[in-house]
């Protein structure tokens, strides 16, 4: 008996012995493979792995410095700049210098003739100072609608980058509706096979995952398109990639529509374009009234001729002056036109400036709608997501069968789709709303920036 007792806690020894090692190498292992999941995702994290994100608002400064729509607006500036520099040159004293020299019959073969000076203008009757101020304003002009058109492509870039998130999530959406009507598929296989379902269930079935393997391909092919037409906006580099944020992360709306028409007067261009068209036929108008007045120079000249008929060579010091007296109205004409084109602008301007302000109302309106929308296709996933369940109870206990699984499932995923197109459609709608308030918060981070600078040092720097 006593050896009995002996073997048995012997064994019972070996057993937890055996045991002990066992639960050691379990532990070893699951630290082991701890650690190298914490590796791995140390490496997934790794900027050197993947290069470095790119933000939507460093992507939009990128495209801003690379669009051939900017580059054009800066030539149109550059130019108008340089037709100002050519406006304040008026100012200044002009040289001239006419000469002639030849051969000729009769009594002296060689004539010459010399006539050389300096001009300087002392009264216009104000046109100099009409042309320099109008050509100062069309260089104003121009920066209203360089900032226009950065604004257009900050509008494209951001349109562009919200049809990239819809796309993404109706292809990862797609997918899973594959994988889930696969399984589907599958099952009724067969129980068609088993001849417990008719066919024509098959063939149903069939047809829907054709079409969801369809719609995969489709908004894969989509997404891969926009994505490409995105980077090649943003001149985005080896080892870079764009940040792609969750499509459902998207801003609220203002109270009301005056909020947004009030920093639409504060930042948006259109306003300020306006009147500088308005002052740039004002100016053109005073210039025309400059030719009503006598225009008087200072001027010093040189003579020399040689001829058969004369032979001098002299100074001369002294005052030009023209003056058209009458031009039996053709002048009062042109002026009386100008009247009515400057009146004609203002009101161009305010037909402008209403239709910008009702654009603002009409998209803020309908973005609230699209916001309503969204929180109606919430509230119909949830509906039809209880639906589903239900419907997988049923045909687990066996009261229904899987054509109303499908049905289910069908109008849950057409829920998820109209809930994507309406976030889609509500993320557009703020972004043309921002763009009508001129990108408030871009504008004034571009306006502190030396890139948006017009001034040539700046762009010579860019270049």
């Known amino acids: 008996m006593r050896n009995q007792n002996t073997e048995f806690l012997i064994k019972k020894g070996l057993r937890l012995k055996t045991a002990g090692r066992v639960f050691a190498f379990v532990l070893t292992l699951v630290l082991c493979t701890h650690s190298l999941l914490a590796q791995a995702e140390g490496e997934t994290l790794s900027p050197d792995q993947f290069g470095s994100l790119l933000t939507l608002d460093e992507a939009v400064q990128r495209a801003l410095k690379s669009q051939a729509e900017v580059k054009r607006a800066l030539a149109r500036l550059s130019k108008e700049e340089s037709l100002y520099k050519g406006t304040l040159a008026e100012f200044l004293p002009k040289l001239k210098a006419d000469a002639f020299g030849g051969v000729a019959t009769g009594e002296r073969r060689f004539v010459?003739?010399?006539?050389?000076?300096?001009?300087?203008?002392?009264f216009q009757g104000g046109k100099n100072l009409a042309q320099k101020r109008r050509q100062q304003t069309l260089v104003e002009s121009e920066k209203k609608k360089l900032e226009q058109v950065r604004l257009d492509v900050e509008l494209g870039v951001r349109i562009v980058y919200a049809q990239v998130l819809q796309e993404k999530e109706l292809t990862r959406m797609a997918q899973e509706q594959v994988k889930e009507l696969a399984v589907e598929h599958e099952r009724i296989k067969k129980l068609v096979d088993k001849e417990i379902l008719p066919r024509y269930e098959f063939f149903r079935m069939e047809t829907l995952l054709e079409s969801a393997k369809h719609g995969r391909v489709k908004h894969k092919e989509t997404y891969d398109y926009l994505l490409t037409v995105l980077k090649e906006t943003i001149r985005i580099?080896?080892?870079?990639?764009?940040?792609?944020?969750?499509?459902?992360?998207?801003?609220?709306?203002?109270?009301s529509a005056a909020q947004y028409l009030d920093k639409a007067r504060h930042h948006d261009p259109v306003y300020q374009l306006q009147e500088l068209k308005v002052k740039e036929k004002q100016f053109e108008k005073r210039a025309l009234q400059a030719d009503r007045f006598p225009k008087i120079s200072l001027t010093a000249k040189w003579d020399q001729l040689r001829d058969v008929y004369a032979n001098t060579n002299r100074g001369m010091v002294g005052i030009v002056g023209k003056w058209d007296i009458w031009d039996f109205g053709r002048l009062g004409s042109q002026i009386d036109a100008k009247s009515h084109e400057i009146e004609e602008m203002k009101w161009q301007g305010e037909i402008e400036i209403r239709e910008h302000e009702n654009a603002i109302q009409r998209i803020f309106h309908e973005a609230r709608a699209a916001r309503e929308k969204i929180r109606l296709t919430e509230t119909l996933i949830q509906e039809r997501q209880e639906i589903y369940k239900n419907e997988k109870t049923r045909l687990i206990a066996g009261e229904k069968g899987s054509q109303e699984l499908v049905d289910s499932f069908v109008a849950l995923e057409e829920a998820k789709g109209q809930r994507l197109q309406a976030i889609t459609d509500?993320?557009?709608?703020?972004?043309?709303?921002e763009r009508k308030i001129g990108f408030e918060a871009h504008l004034e981070e571009l306006n502190r920036s030396e890139d948006f600078d017009p001034s040539p040092n700046s762009r010579e720097a860019e270049s």
């Open 237 to 255: 580099g080896e080892g870079e990639s764009l940040d792609l944020e969750p499509l459902t992360d998207f801003q609220e709306l203002e109270e």
């Open 112 to 122: 010459s003739y010399v006539d050389a000076g300096i001009e300087q203008p002392i």
């Open 426 to 433: 509500y993320r557009i709608l703020i972004v043309q709303l």
